[in-house]
């Protein structure tokens, strides 16, 4: 069960990760979706 | 009197000629002919062929967009500004029918040319995609996993757990080493709060808002969102690492055909079908999470960053070259559209995918729980019992241990 444990708190460090990582390169979910991406200002 | 008369007389010719420019200008439908009791506007039957999601003939709207030559004039009763009156101008705005404005997309069927988002003003494909999102979308994903659940609860009603037909041996042999567990259990795990969360996104305005209350839902679905977003990586990564590892053990062979032609030995007890590493069932369930994986993930992609992705007009275009849609009886598919437009249809595809994929899920998970006695020790230790693994994977035994699992004439022959 060892591997499984491993795989969910990879899980765990790869969602936090991407978070921060996609925040820090401009891509935050926050950012996209959001005016000024996506309305006619 | 003569003056007021003649002024009279005056302002009944100048209404008469008014409001013949106006019937010209806006073509009201004489008595008889569609849409006539609403003067040309939409109608009940309009709005319950829309509801329905059937076709409606919008020409009554596409084309009532004014005409300058035939207008009122600007000092007329109701003459208007070059000719066009705003509903008409709005309206040839939405159909792109504005020729000084030709580089602002006004819908989803306006000209290409410009693909940026910030360029549709009026987009009109966002209540259909509404309308298929709360409805067949929800109903017939929620029959589809019901229907799964409750057709897995019948073949253990019928069926029972499958059980090691010779007993346990005590003895184990190792299935999966830990990368493959740690794999599995990547995409597995991942799976599961992706699935999860996913439904809660489209369900949970219909199954917990009204429980919970809106503001209980609000945090449920931000967080859940945030989990959506981001476990999806690792989802990724499993697929790829499961893909590289297992993907020749997957290439279908002869052995899949003797599998299917006793089921599997699933309906039976002591009917165990020759298979290597993987049978013919399980390599249904591979290639389905390569595939539904694969195309669940691309969507997701162009979901995660909006409008930077757009995929449908490509694969509209190249269904079109093949004459996919022509050959079942449908039009082309529409193959200019508006980046919105390109969001929904990834919406939807990510959506109809995903209740395949969690059906399929479901039935796998069954199997290798409660379905299958020795299932689960496959992925859980790593190490199945030496009897299991002759029944289920005989030719796997023989390869890796060298010893006969059958005892008669060799059934892969």
Redo the contacts between chains.
């Keep these: 069960?060892?591997?499984?444990f491993?795989?969910?708190v990879?899980?765990i460090v790869?969602?936090?990760g991407?978070?921060q990582i996609l925040h820090h390169a401009g891509?935050a979910?926050d950012e996209?979706?959001s005016a000024p991406?996506?309305?006619?200002? | 009197m003569a003056r007021i008369s003649t002024k009279f007389l005056t302002l009944l010719v100048a209404a008469f000629v008014g409001l013949t420019s106006v019937a010209v200008a806006q073509t009201v439908p004489a008595p008889g002919e569609p849409r006539a009791e609403t003067g040309g506007a939409q109608t009940l039957a309009d709005i319950l062929r829309r509801q329905e999601q059937q076709k409606v003939d919008d020409s009554f709207r596409r084309d009532n967009i004014g005409n300058p030559e035939t207008a009122a004039p600007i000092d007329g009763q109701l003459g208007t500004r070059g000719g066009v009156s705003d509903s008409e101008f709005w309206r040839a705005y939405r159909y792109n029918e504005l020729d000084e404005l030709g580089t602002v997309r006004a819908s989803a069927k306006g000209p290409s040319g410009d693909t940026s988002v910030t360029s549709v003003v009026i987009q009109s494909t966002g209540m259909e995609w509404l309308s298929f999102r709360k409805g067949p979308l929800k109903d017939y994903g929620g029959y589809l996993l019901l229907g799964t659940i409750g057709i897995l609860v019948l073949f253990f009603l019928f069926r029972g757990r499958i059980m090691i037909d010779g007993g346990k041996s005590g003895k184990t042999i190792t299935r999966f080493i830990g990368i493959e567990r740690f794999a599995h259990w990547t995409i597995a795990g991942s799976f599961i709060l992706l699935a999860l969360t996913g439904l809660t996104q489209l369900f949970g305005r219909f199954f917990i808002i009204p429980y919970l209350g809106h503001e209980a839902f609000a945090p449920i679905a931000i967080y859940g969102k945030w989990i959506h977003n981001n476990v999806s990586w690792a989802f990724m990564l499993g697929l790829v690492m499961v893909f590289v590892m297992w993907v020749s053990h997957n290439i279908p062979n002869r052995l899949d055909l003797k599998w299917f032609a006793v089921a599997g030995g699933l309906f039976s007890k002591n009917v165990h079908p020759p298979a290597k590493k993987f049978n013919a069932g399980q390599k249904v369930v591979f290639w389905g999470v390569v595939l539904l994986g694969a195309s669940i993930s691309v969507s997701g992609l162009s979901l995660l960053f909006p409008f930077e992705m757009p995929m449908f007009a490509a694969t509209f275009h190249h269904l079109n070259d093949l004459g996919l849609p022509q050959l079942v009886g449908l039009d082309p598919l529409p193959t200019d559209l508006a980046p919105q437009t390109e969001m929904q249809l990834a919406q939807a595809w990510h959506a109809i995918v995903a209740f395949v994929f969690m059906a399929l899920i479901i039935g796998h998970i069954y199997i290798g729980s409660v379905g299958m006695e020795g299932a689960f020790d496959a992925m859980g230790s790593g190490q199945v019992d030496e009897q299991w693994a002759k029944e289920h994977h005989g030719l796997w035994y023989e390869e890796v241990t060298g010893k006969p699992a059958y005892h008669d004439s060799h059934p892969a022959e």
């Design positions: 069960m060892k591997a499984m491993i795989a969910f990879g899980i790869i969602a936090v991407a978070d891509f979910i996209v979706t991406s996506v309305r006619l200002d």
